[in-house]
């Protein structure tokens, strides 16, 4: 069965920590990973990662993809209170066969707080 | 337009009753993806439509559950006979499809959300 799994659940940081989010994936087909923001309601779109070991950046986050260990991380330096959100972690679905064509799996997420 | 835009916010109906949610694209767009969330849990994909035919509705309930995506018109997901399990945040994303790629691969963009309350 493929899955999605998120660590930690939860995490409290006080502003200005750095932060890695765990995501590991077990599926088959696998075409790419994303992260997601999510506030009080629709997911923000953060990165998409389909090559290993390119970093993709933007401002104090990055993340980058492992595809032989089938993990990715999502760092967050120099944390805001801003950034206290739910980051969730999905893997996209590629079956040439016919099967599920390009939904996500997504993880239960990471509850990230951060304390002024 | 630039957002997914879902309506209504938040829909409240007894059980037994109809459910209907709406789904607005962001303009060219061809990929358009429905999920169930419960109580803030992961993600369940129901359907996906590529324009208006269905692409893959391999998480669709088999019965009660049912979505369109007609031309000109917002996308629907429409559930019958509603129980108190129904409760829950659907969303609806979609994204644009990736013209070098069999499928697309662009990544996609949620709406909002509508909070179903089945009470």
């Known amino acids: 069965e493929d899955k999605v799994v998120q660590s930690p659940l939860s995490l409290v940081v006080h502003e200005g920590d750095t932060v890695t989010l765990n995501c590991s994936y077990e599926?088959?087909?696998?075409?790419?990973l994303l992260w997601y923001k999510q506030e009080k309601k629709a997911p923000t779109f953060l990165f998409m990662l389909?090559?290993?070991?390119i970093e993709k950046k933007s401002g104090r986050l990055s993340s980058i993809l492992d595809k032989k260990e089938l993990f990715s991380i999502l760092n967050i330096t120099a944390t805001q209170t801003g950034d206290s959100a739910i980051y969730l972690c999905?893997?996209?679905?590629?079956?040439?066969?016919?099967?599920?064509?390009?939904?996500?799996?997504f993880g239960k997420g990471t509850k990230l707080s951060v304390k002024p | 337009g630039e957002e997914v835009a879902q309506t209504p916010k938040h829909l409240v109906r007894g059980e037994g009753q109809k459910a209907k949610l709406y789904c607005a694209p962001i303009?060219?767009?061809?990929?358009v993806f429905w999920y169930q969330q419960v109580l803030k849990n992961e993600f369940k994909f129901l359907i996906s439509?590529?324009?208006?035919?269905?692409?893959?509705e391999t998480g669709m309930p088999k019965e009660r559950f049912s979505a369109k995506c007609l031309p000109n018109s917002p996308c629907s997901l429409e559930i019958q006979a509603t129980k108190l399990e129904d409760s829950a945040v659907y969303f609806c994303?979609?994204?644009?499809?990736?013209?070098?790629?069999?499928?697309?691969?662009?990544?996609?963009?949620f709406g909002d959300g509508t909070r179903l309350s089945i009470l």
């Open positions: 994303a979609s994204s644009h499809r990736d013209r070098t790629a069999r499928y697309s691969n662009q990544p996609q963009h």
């Open positions: 599926v088959t087909n696998f075409r790419s």
């Open positions: 389909t090559s290993s070991g």
């Open positions: 999905g893997s996209r679905l590629d079956n040439i066969y016919g099967g599920s064509q390009g939904n996500l799996i």
């Open positions: 303009k060219g767009h061809s990929y």
């Open positions: 439509f590529q324009n208006e035919n269905v692409f893959d």
